[in-house]
Nanobody, 124 residues
């Protein structure tokens, strides 16, 4: 069992930055891949970024590539999402998710555990 708690969301102007954190409980954190997804009002949940168990392999959606950075600190059971050059279209509820194995996935149904989400609002 893994429990995930996100933090760091908020209101920011376009061009600004935010860093989201997701802290996990459970002994298996260091051995599983993690991902970030987001869901805007009226839209389906979409993949944002993911990384493998060590953080050595990362993957990003085209819409955030070059602006977002995913990382993890296994000693702190925490995964981060650094978001720079934010745009109004980045406004959404952001969720972190824990996978089933050590790799990563862009597909939400392959993740077993989800956080409650944190709101990110980017004003123009």
């Amino acid at each position: 069992q893994v429990q995930l708690v996100e933090s760091g969301g908020g209101l920011v102007q376009a061009g600004g930055s935010l860093r989201l954190s997701c802290t996990a409980s459970g002994r298996t954190f260091a051995s599983i891949g993690m991902g970030w997804f987001r869901q805007a009002p009226g839209k389906e949940r979409e993949f944002v970024a993911a990384l493998n168990w060590s953080g050595g392999t990362t993957y990003y959606a085209d819409s955030v590539k070059g602006r977002y950075t995913i990382s993890r600190d296994n000693a702190k059971n925490t995964v981060y999402l650094q978001m720079n050059s934010l745009k109004p279209e980045d406004t959404a509820v952001y969720f972190c998710a824990a996978g089933r194995g050590g790799g990563f996935s862009t597909i939400s149904r392959t993740y077993d555990y989800w956080g409650q989400g944190t709101q990110v609002t980017v004003s123009s």
